[in-house]
């Protein structure tokens, strides 16, 4: 009569770059962690990069990737009174994950330097979007900040409502990430679904995400990469919008079969799970 449990995993100390790391609680939540593994019919990762981190943390219990996050694509696009044709749109740049370490946002700031630096003609607004005040588990970040607002080449939109964030990506071009740890995004889900091109590193999850999109995805840390691809991205719409929403749109169809003993494909506990990787889900 015991009920099977399932969790779904985001991060934690299997990742070097969470929260927990920073903050020093890696030493009782892997123990937490371990206990969980010892009782769930499953742990839910979002990526194939989560699952092999899960297996070198030595996790015990059985592992699914169901590649995506929660997400739903028509209820995105409700909330905007149309999409906003991609050459009606602000010639504006969107970064809106959080301002802390683990998402890099000084290489977001050195992109917006450099930017400027070659290209002083093209108007191009570069902007961070927060639902709160802006905060930085880094205060040189925040300082840095306020000077770029200061002068002009950063603007800030602070306190966002969901559907204020909604309505600045609906009227932009380009939706840019920098992060380490991520794990899918759901900002590239809604970019996506709102008609908005996606710039994303070429790192842990996000190849899975994109499907090994190269236009879409740039070397990591590299500033010549991303600036070349952000010009191309900001002149018009990419073939391949519409794609990645369309596959995260089905990521809680993906859990519910795994439940039901339908997703067996999605299962990871054979020796040779690392073949999935290279693999482009759609």
Sequence with gaps: MRPRVYVRCLAQTIDPDDF????EMEKWMGHYEKMVNEFVDGVLATNEEMVAHMKIAGWTAPIYN?????????????????????????????????????KQPDFYMDLIEEWHKRFPSKQVEFVVCSGSSLKSNNESYM??????????????????EKNQYYDIVNNSRVVFNCAL???????????????????????RSFP???????????????????????????????????????????????????????????????????????????
């Design 143 to 160: 300082d840095r900040t306020h000077k770029m607002v200061e002068n002009q080449t950063l603007t800030l939109y602070e306190n966002l």
């Design 181 to 203: 740890q991520d794990w899918v995004s759901n900002t590239v889900s809604e970019a996506d679904a709102l008609g908005c091109n996606v710039l994303y590193p070429a790192y």
């Design 66 to 102: 169901i590649s995506g996050l929660a997400f739903g694509k028509d209820e995105v696009q409700s909330r905007v009174d149309r999409i906003m044709p991609f050459n009606d749109r602000r010639m504006r740049v969107v970064f809106s994950a959080r301002w802390d370490q683990e």
């Design 208 to 282: 899975e995400t994109f499907a090994n999109d190269s236009e879409r995805l740039y070397i990591p840390w590299s500033l010549d990469d991303a600036i070349n691809k952000l010009d191309v991205l900001l002149k018009k719409p990419h073939a391949n919008m519409g794609k990645i929403s369309d596959w995260t749109d089905k990521t809680i169809d993906r859990v519910c079969d795994i439940i039901d003993f339908k997703g067996e494909s999605w299962s990871r506990d054979h020796a040779h799970y690392r073949k999935h990787a290279r693999e482009a889900k759609y």
């Design 20 to 23: 927990v790391h920073v903050w």
